[in-house]
Structure formats: structure tokens, C-alpha cells
Nanobody
Framework: QVQLVESGGGSVQAGGSLRLSCAASGFTYSRYCMGWFRQAPGKEREGVAAIDSDGNTSYADSVKGRFTIAQDNAKNTLYLQMNSLKPEDTAMYYC?????????????????????WGQGTQVTVSS
């Protein structure tokens, strides 16, 4: 059973940076997508970035050039480096995973396409 645990959220001022981490355990997929999603109050959960088992990455237009997704396979950890943060980046951030790497080709994927989720970590950006 795959388990995902996020960490690294916090409060920063606009223009600042944060790095989120997602520790995965029980991961046995040879082909997979791992992604970061976020949900702001009153809004739907949206895909932010994803990486597949071949190392291909995809991003939402709103974060391109500011966020970078990466994985450390030796540590079974997924990262999201967030730079130049804006108040509109304020949200609960979730790590997600699914077996198969076609879900995240060219796009982070949709919520219903992922079957394993972490509990989330809060990111708050003040102006």
C-alpha cells in the first residue's frame, strides 16, 4: 500500500521561496505519475506539476518558470521547489501518485486520475 506524507509548508511573504517534500513508502510502481495539486478555500483542487517514471515533467501555466518538480528515487521523495511565490499560490498542497505514466504526459493530470493522496501541507503567501 502506497503512503504519501507531505512536509515543508509554511508562511512566507510574496517573492519568497518554499520547498515541499513528499515521502513515499510502499511504492512498487515501475511506471507512474507523481504530482502536486493544490486547493484554495472555495476552489476546486487543481494540478500544479507532475513527474513521471521517465523523469518527464509538466506544469500548470500559472506556475511555469517559478515552480520545479523533482524526485529523488534513492530517498523515495518527491519535491516541489516554489520560487517567486505570490499570494494566489496560497493553498493546501497535496502530493499524489498513480501507477502508469500516461496520465501526466504534457499536463499534471486530473484529480480523478490519481488514486493515492497525502494529507496535505498548507502554504500561505502574504502580500
Amino acid at each position: 500500500q502506497v503512503q504519501l506524507v507531505e512536509s515543508g509548508g509554511g508562511s512566507v511573504q510574496a517573492g519568497g521561496s518554499l520547498r515541499l517534500s513528499c515521502a513515499a513508502s510502499g511504492f512498487t510502481y515501475s511506471r507512474y505519475c507523481m504530482g502536486w495539486f493544490r486547493q484554495a478555500p472555495g476552489k476546486e483542487r487543481e494540478g500544479v506539476a507532475a513527474i513521471d517514471s521517465d523523469g518527464n515533467t509538466s506544469y500548470a501555466d500559472s506556475v511555469k518558470g517559478r515552480f520545479t518538480i523533482a524526485q529523488d528515487n534513492a530517498k523515495n521523495t518527491l519535491y516541489l521547489q516554489m520560487n517567486s511565490l505570490k499570494p494566489e499560490d496560497t493553498a493546501m498542497y497535496y502530493c499524489a501518485a498513480v501507477g502508469g505514466n500516461w496520465f501526466c504526459r504534457g499536463r499534471p493530470g486530473r484529480v480523478f486520475e490519481y488514486n493515492t493522496w497525502g494529507q496535505g501541507t498548507q502554504v500561505t503567501v502574504s502580500s
